[in-house]
């Protein structure tokens, strides 16, 4: 556990960061930690810088506060990095976590090795948004803290589904719910509100599905020309993998989209058995034990065929423990 005060103790000019493509937990909670330094230590001037915000969080109190190119003259007494598994996510911030007197870096990526002066991470922890509600005083949490928190743990958990939700998760969820937010406008408008077009390429991506070693595993691919065509972008993809592993009987998702020719973003999930990060890691990636993810390159087949033989390996392995325990 790392205690706030004394990582501020001093503190002139504060940087907080998170990983390159953000998603909700990566904006709820640099956000989260934002509202709370600006509160709490007026005299400390705190900036934001996250890579462009997807759409889905367009209208979340704080995103036109992100900055999105960082100023390199820069010399942050403490840098926070948040949701970050390594410094390379970072992106351009990277760049000033090295001229950093201090850095801190919280997070639940098991893949994160700690690159921080200070590390916070715990692997089993639902968000590094919860991970940020842990180290605040909860009288002192601010209503926005309390709204980007909440929509960080809600994205993370995949609305309090997935099996990273622990009576922890829901605890703290229960004291920012007090704080007085709106959390049903939250969950609608930041998770399952989409797009005409985002739902027209999610229907192609289901289209298109294939199942895969004895149907445990589905798959789905999307090619940037069929991006083009339907005018969305990377982000607008987020979420597709879960919903292809909601179907009965699957163990994993795999889902890529082409970021260039012969390259491609991929993602996988699990539901019991698979490691997906330890697969991810494999390929340069990381994440987590169930959702992790990796840039790879190769044709759709290679890249398909290259991961599923490490998740037959995987399945394989539980089959022969589950037969010697007969
Ligand atoms: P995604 O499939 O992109 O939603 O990612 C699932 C999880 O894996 C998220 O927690 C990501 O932060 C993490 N992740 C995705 N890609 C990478 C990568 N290349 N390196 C490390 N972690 C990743
Ligand atoms: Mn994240
Ligand atoms: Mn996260």
């Given at each position: 556990m790392i205690n706030l005060a004394k990582e501020m103790n001093g503190v002139r000019t504060a940087v907080i960061a998170g990983h390159i493509r953000p998603d909700g937990d990566a904006i709820g909670s640099c956000l989260g930690l934002y509202f709370y330094i600006r509160e709490n230590y007026p005299e400390v001037s705190c900036k934001v810088y996250l890579e462009e915000t997807p759409n889905a969080y367009r209208n979340v109190c704080g995103v036109d506060e992100i900055r999105h190119e960082i100023d390199e003259t820069e010399e942050p007494d403490v840098f926070f990095c948040l949701d970050c598994a390594d410094e390379k996510r970072l992106g351009a911030a990277g760049k000033l976590l090295g001229k950093a007197k201090h850095s801190v870096c919280i997070d639940h990526h098991i893949s994160n090795g700690g690159f921080g002066d200070v590390n916070y991470i715990v692997p089993q922890a639902s968000s590094t948004s919860e991970l940020i509600f842990t180290v605040l005083d909860e009288e002192k949490i601010p209503f926005h803290t309390a709204e980007a928190l909440y929509m960080g743990i809600v994205h993370d958990t995949g609305v309090f589904r997935h099996s990273c939700t622990s009576p922890e998760t829901m605890e703290i969820a229960a004291k920012l719910m007090r704080k007085g937010i709106n959390c049903s406008q939250i969950i609608n408008t930041t998770y399952y509100e989409?797009?005409?077009?985002?739902?027209?390429?999610?229907?192609?991506?289901?289209?298109?599905?294939?199942?895969?070693?004895?149907?445990?595993?589905?798959?789905?691919?999307?090619?940037?020309?069929?991006?083009?065509?339907?005018?969305?972008?990377?982000?607008?993809?987020?979420?597709?993998?879960?919903?292809?592993?909601?179907?009965?009987?699957?163990?994993?998702?795999?889902?890529?989209?082409?970021?260039?020719?012969?390259?491609?973003?991929?993602?996988?999930?699990s539901k019991e058995i698979i490691d997906v990060s330890e697969i991810a890691s494999y390929f340069g990636g990381g994440g987590h034990i169930r959702a992790a993810g990796c840039n790879m390159q190769g044709s759709i087949y290679d890249v398909v065929n290259n991961i599923t033989l490490h998740m037959e390996k995987q399945l394989r392995k539980k089959q022969n423990e589950e037969k010697q325990q007969v």
């Open positions: 989409k797009t005409y077009h985002q739902n027209q390429i999610l229907g192609r991506a289901l289209l298109e599905s294939i199942l895969l070693l004895d149907k445990k595993i589905i798959f789905s691919a999307i090619r940037k020309k069929d991006m083009d065509f339907y005018c969305v972008e990377p982000s607008d993809l987020d979420g597709i993998v879960q919903i292809l592993m909601s179907t009965a009987g699957t163990e994993a998702a795999i889902f890529l989209y082409e970021i260039k020719s012969h390259e491609y973003k991929v993602s996988m999930r």
